[in-house]
């Protein structure tokens, strides 16, 4: 019913380019060893027809519930409140070269971010952290390098559920699972 058979064309049409600077945000769970629920905001850093990359600190409490159980989902509230996508997938450790060019492409900011945001870091009080902050800044006017810890990872999608608002009737879900060869559609209520 007038959507395309192959999701990622509606991916394409509703997110941001991966050139585009603005970045989606996405809300990515993870699944504790103990079987609990946990969640956190990330950024899309890119999408391919293989799946979405984010990058984060192999130290975090992400990466070691993804390394237990790759098992996570994606939801993306974009733009603003008319369209959520909620993807289930499995994550992999991105390859390098991925997670080198993605590195370079992040705003100075974001590099520095990537070198300091450590437990050590965090547990310093504000006036300290800006000193640090500021001195990592200068020594490293030429560019950072980047740092060991920096990972990214490709979440591969087993389902796609793109859900639409419509102000004129309800809002309805369209579901793609990944089948042997293709995506099977499924429409359901919102
Ligand atoms: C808007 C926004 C974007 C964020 N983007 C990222 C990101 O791309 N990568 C990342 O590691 N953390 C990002 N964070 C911080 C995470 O939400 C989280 O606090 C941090 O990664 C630690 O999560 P964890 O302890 O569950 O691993 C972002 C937070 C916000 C609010």
Redesign the pocket.
């Known amino acids: 019913m007038n959507e395309p058979t192959n999701p990622w064309d509606l991916v394409i049409e509703w997110l941001p380019a991966n050139d585009d600077p603005e970045r989606p945000?996405m809300t990515l769970s993870t699944v504790t060893v103990s079987g609990e629920a946990?969640a956190?905001?990330?950024?899309l850093t890119e999408y391919s027809s293989d799946g979405f990359f984010?990058?984060?600190?192999a130290m975090?409490?992400?990466?070691d519930n993804i390394v237990k159980n790759s098992a996570v989902a994606l939801t993306f509230l974009w733009p603003g409140f008319t369209r959520q996508l909620v993807v289930q997938g499995r994550a992999e450790l991105a390859p390098a070269d991925e997670i080198m060019a993605a590195y370079r492409r992040r705003s100075p900011y974001l590099q520095q971010l990537a070198w300091q945001n450590t437990f050590e870091f965090s547990q310093l009080p504000l006036e300290e952290r800006r000193t640090r902050w500021a001195a990592f800044a200068q020594e490293h006017a030429n560019g950072f390098g980047q740092p060991e810890n920096w990972v990214g990872f490709l979440v591969r999608p087993t389902r796609m559920t793109f859900w639409t608002s419509d102000p004129d009737a309800a809002s309805r879900r369209v579901e793609y699972r990944a089948s042997s060869g293709g995506w099977t559609i499924a429409h359901l209520p919102g």
């Open positions: 945000q946990d956190r905001t990330v950024l984010f990058h984060t600190d975090s409490r992400k990466v």
